[in-house]
């Protein structure tokens, strides 16, 4: 099944974040980190039901070559990407904010 693909306000936020943080100590990595986001989207859609559910019944696939993962929600015919987080983040607490949006 494929999947429409949907972003929650905060996602573009999210991944300006992280990229400026890297573009701070190293030209050119947070516009990686930014590609590589990209490309997991690109795929979400066809691989949303790969991923095992977190906690509730929000999911995550990580970059492969970050400590970030694109946390998200199905809800019917669509996937609801809710946040790009650090792996040392307290996420939970934060995707349920997020999540509620889409209760």
Wanted: net charge neutral; glycine share 6%.
């Amino acid at each position: 099944m494929r999947f429409r693909l949907d972003f929650h306000p905060l996602v573009p936020i999210d991944l300006a974040e992280a990229s400026a943080w890297y573009e701070r100590r190293e030209p050119g990595v947070g516009i990686r980190l930014e590609s590589e986001a990209k490309k997991v989207f690109r795929c979400l859609g066809d691989d949303a039901l790969l991923y095992a559910v977190r906690f509730a019944d929000v999911r995550r696939v990580n970059l492969p070559k970050f400590p970030y993962g694109a946390f998200y929600i199905i809800a019917g015919e669509i996937v609801v990407v809710l946040g790009v987080l650090h792996g040392a983040q307290d996420t939970e607490e934060e995707l349920r904010r997020r999540r509620e949006a889409y209760a």
